[in-house]
């Protein structure tokens, strides 16, 4: 079945630009994740979305960043103002709502971001 | 989310199995084993869970020690498309997967 789905697989653009990154979760999946993975490192979490609930924004590293989850789906992740310490692979994941604490995360195959 | 500790490079031969372990020492009774593979340039791939019973799915099993304080990750019959790196997480809930730096396995003609 389909996988998790992220646009743009690349994204290149000049410090200073707002920058907009799509996940589109597998069908059914109500808990909605995004991570960053620079270069050689781990992965860092961002925002956690679960159904109707807020969002876990607990991961955010300033206020540049910002994401949302329209109709319980597709979630869009923006950054405002990018900085080059912004470039990095950005990943989402999905998993299913029940028992969300022991569900396997599947992950997307992420966006390139890299900043001029 | 207990500390796992993984070697931090392996080679197994292709066709034969490769054995991948994990030392999770402090994990408690509600968390669970996960692994995951990233190949490079791609997301990470969800492999196998378990809690303390043994598991086997079609790609891989997962035999955990009865005091659950370590794990091993078995691929039958390793391929070159196996070459990944592998990491074992144990966790009970939250919000996130905290990646380690996991395994690098090289499998080879």
């Known amino acids: 079945g389909a996988g998790v789905s992220q646009s743009p697989s690349n994204k290149v653009t000049e410090k200073g630009k707002d920058v907009e990154l799509r996940c589109d979760p597998i069908s059914g999946h109500t808990a909605l994740y995004w991570y960053r993975q620079s270069l050689g490192q781990g992965l860092e979490f961002l925002i956690y979305?679960?159904?109707?609930?807020?969002?876990?924004k607990s991961g955010l590293p300033s206020d540049r960043f910002s994401a949302e989850r329209t109709g319980g789906s597709v979630s869009t992740l923006t950054i405002q103002r990018t900085q080059q310490e912004d470039s990095a692979v950005y990943l989402c994941?999905?998993?299913?709502?029940?028992?969300?604490?022991?569900?396997?995360?599947?992950f997307g195959d992420g966006t390139r971001l890299s900043i001029l | 989310d207990a500390k796992t500790t993984q070697p931090t490079s392996m080679d197994c031969a292709e066709g034969r199995a490769a054995n991948l372990p994990c030392n999770h020492s402090?994990?408690?009774?509600?968390?669970?084993v996960y692994w995951y593979r990233q190949i490079h340039s791609q997301g990470p791939q969800y492999i196998i869970h378990?809690?303390?019973n043994n598991e086997t799915n079609e790609m891989a099993s997962l035999i955990i020690t009865e005091d659950r304080k370590s794990s091993t990750l078995i691929l039958p019959h390793a391929t070159l498309r196996d070459t990944a790196v592998y990491y074992c997480?144990?966790?009970?809930?939250?919000?996130?997967?905290?990646f380690g730096t996991g395994t690098s396995l090289t499998v080879i003609p």
């Open positions: 378990g809690l303390k």
């Open positions: 994941a999905s998993s299913l709502g029940v028992g969300t604490g022991v569900q396997p995360q599947h």
């Open positions: 997480i144990v966790r009970s809930g939250g919000n996130q997967f905290y």
């Open positions: 402090t994990i408690s009774g509600n968390e669970y």
């Open positions: 979305f679960q159904g109707n609930s807020a969002p876990d």
